[in-house]
């Protein structure tokens, strides 16, 4: 009989536990989820977001000027062409596609930070250390490759 109650905890607790991850994953895909960095792509993997859906995401996060976006929009298309030609490119390593990206990336924050008021600034930076952050954590804490964890200051 215990045996019998065990077995019926045990299969609430994990239908429990599969109805909350559930939850949370339709969150994400709803966009309920505040943080940008990309949605849901084909076969449920997570892939760049657009350069328009970046600049609205970043629009409502930042509220962004008209002038703003105007001068962000050509910076995210550029950063775009740029990681897709590296992808095209077959001729590199992985871990050196990865630096290269990673510089890609630099380079566009630090572009876009210009445009940004001393507020903005201050908000854009702490996303960015925040991403970093998470990075580092899902590569098991190596820190990143480039040595950076500060975004620029001004």
Avoid: C, Y
Wanted: overall charge positive.
């Amino acid at each position: 009989m215990i045996s019998k109650h065990r077995n019926i905890w045990l299969l609430a607790l994990l239908l429990a536990v599969s109805l909350l991850a559930g939850s949370s994953a339709a969150a994400q895909n709803r966009g309920d989820d505040d943080r940008p960095g990309g949605q849901m792509g084909p076969g449920g993997r997570r892939g760049p977001m657009s350069p328009d859906d970046r600049l609205k995401q970043m629009t409502k996060n930042f509220n962004l000027t008209t002038d703003q976006q105007a001068k962000i929009k050509p910076i995210f298309v550029a950063e775009r062409k740029r990681m897709q030609d590296l992808m095209n490119d077959s001729t590199g390593d992985r871990k050196s596609m990865r630096t290269k990206m990673q510089e890609i990336q630099r380079d566009t924050n630090k572009q876009v930070r210009e445009v940004l008021d001393d507020k903005q600034k201050e908000q854009f930076d702490k996303q960015v250390q925040e991403r970093e952050e998470k990075m580092k954590d899902r590569r098991g804490g190596t820190g990143s490759p480039s040595g950076q964890s500060q975004p620029p200051q001004n």
